[in-house]
């Protein structure tokens, strides 16, 4: 696995993923306060004090470990505007396992532009890290997501019940994947 390359700058047509730089904070706010961008994650949107920490970790993040997380903005490069965000996590770095999320705000949904992002970060994972397999968990009330994830090429492989609570409700997720050989073959 190639961790060295955890700094990356990647380009699509339309998009410029970057590391989040501590000038980016009041654009990460802008979304991450938001109940609807949280309402798949199963805990509240941070709120004072926990915001700033909660950015502070997205700029400070190992990548080296199980469980640590690669943050990337996702900015416009006609006007560099923050949109959101992608990011793999480490599952495993002898199984070559990965996970990828996103969170976008909802001022830029409807573009494509997370699809587009989701797809870079993938390529990334796959190409430059080495990855073998990458997943993707998601509520099964997602249906953005789940449509996402399908146009991506990933197949659902598990309906894991009641396996997240919230507020003392119980919610189903959805285990997509996608494997490498599965990436290179499109």
Request: proline share 4%; with cysteine; net charge negative.
């Amino acid at each position: 696995m190639l961790l060295s390359r955890t700094n990356p700058e990647l380009h699509t047509p339309r998009l410029l993923l970057r590391k989040f730089a501590a000038s980016d904070f009041d654009a990460f706010h802008a979304y991450h306060c938001l109940p609807e961008v949280y309402r798949f994650l199963y805990n509240d949107p941070p709120e004072g004090e926990a915001m700033r920490a909660c950015f502070e970790a997205v700029l400070t993040a190992p990548f080296a470990a199980a469980g640590d997380k690669l943050t990337l903005a996702v900015c416009r490069r006609e006007d560099g505007a923050v949109v959101g965000e992608v990011l793999l996590k480490l599952g495993s770095t002898a199984a070559l396992q990965g996970e990828l999320g996103y969170l976008f705000n909802p001022a830029f949904h409807g573009q494509g532009l997370a699809l587009e992002a989701a797809c870079a970060m993938l390529d990334f994972g796959f190409a430059e890290l080495g990855f073998h397999r990458i997943c993707a968990r998601l509520d099964t009330l997602n249906t953005a997501s789940a449509r996402m994830a399908e146009k991506l090429g990933m197949q659902r492989e598990a309906h894991l019940r009641q396996s997240n609570r919230h507020k003392g409700i119980w919610g189903d997720e959805f285990i997509y994947a996608l494997l490498r050989s599965e990436w290179d073959a499109k």
